[in-house]
């Protein structure tokens, strides 16, 4: 059984930083690309940044480049998004998301975790 687990949000002020984990079991991590995606009140789901299986590649959104930064560690089956200069913006559920390409997408989503951004 495939479990995605996010852990590391909460409230904090503007200015300030988190970082999420995200911890996948049941699959080979080292083979799934990484991504964490968020969603705000009466928004749609976004894109936040993503990962390579083997690190070599990361993409973010515009709005939070130069603030977050996506990483892994394959050895412990758990990616990260450190997340600096947070703003009210910012506030949302952020998910994870595991995915692998063998012919058809396989992906697998956790349960979110809540960041609030707010003084």
């Known amino acids: 059984q495939v479990h995605v687990v996010e852990s590391g949000g909460g409230l904090v002020q503007p200015g300030g930083s988190l970082r999420l984990s995200c911890e996948v079991s049941?699959?080979?991590?080292?083979?799934?690309?990484i991504s964490w995606y968020r969603q705000a009140p009466g928004k749609e789901r976004e894109l936040v940044a993503g990962?390579?299986?083997?690190?070599?590649?990361?993409v973010y959104a515009d709005s939070v480049k130069g603030r977050f930064t996506i990483s892994r560690d394959n050895a412990k089956n758990t990616a990260y998004l450190q997340m600096n200069s947070l703003k009210p913006e910012d506030t949302a559920v952020y998910y994870c998301?595991?995915?692998?390409?063998?012919?058809?997408?396989?992906?697998?989503w956790g349960q979110g975790t809540q960041v609030t951004v707010s003084s």
């Open positions: 998301n595991a995915v692998l390409f063998m012919g058809s997408y396989v992906d697998y």
């Open positions: 049941g699959v080979t991590f080292s083979r799934y690309r």
């Open positions: 990962i390579t299986t083997v690190a070599d590649r990361t």
